[in-house]
């Protein structure tokens, strides 16, 4: 085919211009009607577009494959990574608007060094110490949407169903699905007679079954005045007609009805065939489960040590205090903290005590050089329905440190030698070591003599 295609062809087909996918929406603000304080410059919690690299041959050129070269100025001079993410091909002024792409791809290589797999999205409750269970989104029986073979097959759950979570939807959303829905009448109706049709020979059989009559000679045949009234009858049932409705339309089973109201009718969804079970109260995932971070499936790989051999945990990493522990209003607020590039919220921050917790922690301590840092081990990397890395680590312990030679910053509290000292002669900051320690001396002498030359005026003159 590729040898069939003419010249032109042929280089469009190997361009780079041509290439690079679709732009993804940016992330919609949050619905609240609180101030939100964001910046135009910080870093998206996902790529929109596709970074852009080009080998060094080629970048001294300014060649990275698009319809122009890109000035070294703001590329190979500027970083020494250089990552472009291209925002339009040509403007209204004929140049090609670009930015850098280091932010993401910085995060995707610091965290590609955890060499962690990413798990399925669940609940951590650091109360009890006990870390759920790793439940990888490649699995078979889980890594399926509804365009999937062997959806129907019991015990199958699915990421991604075709229709959308209504307790996502606002208002306006909702009126335009209710429209296509409507557009789409004719395909809905044939499904549902189809499963009404279905349900009403499960109903026959059963009951056949029941009173000991052959099931051979049951007929399978079910005539239209059935199935209206099979249907009148779903509509008059709530609790019948929810599943019905879920599972015609593929829609991800609701909420639980809260205990205030199970005394009253309401329309029952199914059970939840999601792959998390977290997914049906925080929302659906926008992207796969794992995002593309890493396909790792188990955390079986061993970590060897060079001199200690296997370790139960892999190297601590560093994590870096964004933010610390805040009251307000006689309430605590969590710490921020930065692992691999991601900024997270530090749960396990709320088991430390003042005096056993890492400085800068619990409140903002600038005598630390750098900012407050910490040793963490991650535990569990997920990704929540918004398209976010989440990380789950505990504090690092003195084992786990051991073996790499790691330590935490201590806060010095040894007392220098000029106040431990009982001189009262104050050294000159600004001078070198050797001058301070020369005057000291010529002071000390001086001294001596002024006091010698008195003493010997006082015994003459007696």
Do not use: C
């Not at 295609?5 to 780079?16: K, W």
């Not at 209710?178 to 499904?191: D, F, S, Y």
């Not at 600038?366 to 569990?380: C, D």
């Amino acid at each position: 085919m590729a040898s069939a295609m003419s010249p032109t062809a042929n280089l469009l087909r190997r361009s780079r211009l041509f290439a690079l996918p679709q732009a993804l929406s940016p992330p919609p603000p949050p619905l609240t009607s609180r101030t939100v304080y964001e910046s135009e410059t910080a870093t998206l919690p996902y790529p929109t577009r596709a970074a852009v690299v080009t080998p060094g041959s080629s970048l001294a050129k300014g060649d990275w494959g698009l319809k122009r070269p890109l000035p070294a100025k703001a590329t190979s001079e500027k970083s020494s990574r250089p990552v472009v993410r291209v925002v339009e091909h040509d403007t209204y002024e004929h140049v090609t608007d670009y930015e850098s792409a280091a932010d993401h791809v910085m995060t995707l290589e610091k965290f590609q060094e955890l060499n962690m797999p990413v798990s399925l999205l669940a609940k951590v409750n650091y109360s009890n110490g006990l870390m759920p269970r790793h439940e990888s989104p490649f699995e078979s029986h889980s890594d399926n949407t509804h365009l999937s073979k062997g959806i129907k097959e019991p015990g199958v759950k699915q990421y991604r169903q075709l229709g959308p979570s209504l307790a996502d939807m606002t208002e306006e959303q909702f009126i335009a699905y209710l429209r296509r829905v409507r557009n789409n009448k004719t395909a809905v109706v044939q499904e549902l007679v189809r499963r009404v049709k279905a349900n009403i020979v499960a109903q026959r059989r059963k009951e056949a079954q029941d009173k000991g009559e052959d099931l051979e000679t049951l007929s399978d045949k079910v005539s239209m005045e059935e199935v209206q009234e099979y249907i009148k009858a779903l509509r008059t049932d709530p609790t019948a007609l929810g599943p019905m409705v879920f599972e015609l339309l593929d829609l991800p089973a609701s909420l639980p009805v809260p205990n205030a109201r199970m005394g009253d009718k309401y329309y029952e969804s199914p059970g939840s065939r999601m792959a998390a079970g977290e997914y049906a109260t925080v929302g659906l995932p926008k992207t796969h489960p794992s995002a593309g971070l890493a396909y790792q499936r188990t955390h079986a790989p061993i970590y060897n040590h060079p001199s200690y051999g296997p370790q139960a945990h892999q190297r601590p990493v560093q994590a870096r205090i964004l933010r610390p522990k805040s009251k307000s209003r006689g309430k605590t607020s969590r710490a921020i903290i930065g692992v691999a590039g991601v900024a997270v919220e530090d749960l396990n921050a709320l088991n430390y005590v003042e005096q056993g917790g890492p400085r800068g922690l619990q409140h903002l301590d600038p005598s630390v050089p750098g900012g407050g840092k910490y040793y963490v081990s991650p535990i569990r990397t997920y990704i929540d329905p918004d398209g976010k890395i989440i990380i789950s680590s505990y504090r690092a312990s003195a084992t786990s440190r051991a073996p790499y030679g790691l330590e935490e910053y201590q806060k010095p509290t040894s007392i220098s030698d000029a106040a431990r000292g009982e001189s009262r002669a104050v050294p000159r900051l600004d001078g070198s070591r050797s001058n301070v320690g020369r005057n000291a001396s010529w002071r000390s002498n001086r001294g001596t003599e002024d006091i010698a030359k008195n003493l010997m005026r006082t015994i003459s003159g007696s």
